[in-house]
């Protein structure tokens, strides 16, 4: 399978709380990077972060990247009722393959 | 212009015909991509074009025939697909070096494929 994996593959919370969902991988990386995806349609990028680098933020939004253990987190603080989608992890290898883990649905209840 | 083009957004074919799915970008991304997806699913990687030729092919079925004519085209050509093969086909861009290779990609909004 070409999928990592992500937990949890669906999580529902309230408005205004913090949503936070993880991604594991088993092969070497360039980079790690987060995609959204609503109503099933096209992937909207949210942040890439290198095989070099630890902690990325953007707004609000966190993602931490732990390489020793093959594990990246994404945190969205303060979350919205737009938030509501799915959100995969991706890897880039040296290839330039870039893989999608399994996903996590959010569902952001106002 | 940060956008990845795909025509059609719709498609109904039969089993026996043959049709092409297209993927048009202008940001002189140098890797292009075909994903399929299923429903609830994450895309899986069929192809990977890395300035113009064929770097990755994710052992797919040769009923579907993918094509890079130029820098800024990705065609995907179907022929004899079993239903099966319904999903949603999404075409991305990416940078490769110089001046990329670490960079993210961008997806244009999928062909929507149904096989009857």
């Known amino acids: 399978s070409q999928q990592g994996e992500e937990d949890p593959q669906a999580l529902s919370i309230q408005e205004g709380e913090n949503a936070t969902m993880n991604c594991s991988y088993k092969?070497?990386?360039?980079?790690l990077q987060w995609y959204r995806q609503n109503s099933g349609r096209g992937l909207v990028h949210l942040i890439l972060i290198r095989s070099n680098e630890r902690e990325k933020h953007s707004g609000r939004l966190r993602v931490t990247l732990d390489t020793s253990k093959k594990s990246s987190s994404l945190l969205i603080t303060a979350s919205r009722a737009a938030d509501t989608a799915s959100y995969f992890c991706?890897?880039?290898?040296?290839?330039?393959?870039?893989?999608f883990g399994s996903g996590t649905r959010l569902l952001v209840r106002p | 212009d940060t956008e990845v083009t795909q025509t059609p957004k719709h498609l109904v074919m039969g089993m026996t015909n043959k049709k092409s799915l297209k993927c048009e970008q202008h940001m002189g991304h140098r890797a292009m991509y075909w994903y399929k997806q299923k429903a609830k699913k994450p895309p899986e990687l069929m192809f990977v074009?890395?300035?113009?030729?064929?770097?990755i092919n994710e052992s797919v079925p040769s009923r579907f025939s993918p094509e890079c004519p130029n820098s800024s085209l990705l065609n995907l050509h179907l022929h004899a697909l079993q239903p099966e093969d319904s999903a949603l086909y999404l075409c991305a861009s990416s940078q490769l070096p110089p001046g990329g290779g670490n960079t993210e990609a961008f997806f244009g909004q999928g062909t929507r494929l149904t096989v009857v």
């Open positions: 092969t070497s990386i360039n980079n």
């Open positions: 074009y890395s300035y113009e030729k064929l770097s």
């Open positions: 991706a890897r880039m290898d040296s290839s330039y393959k870039l893989i």
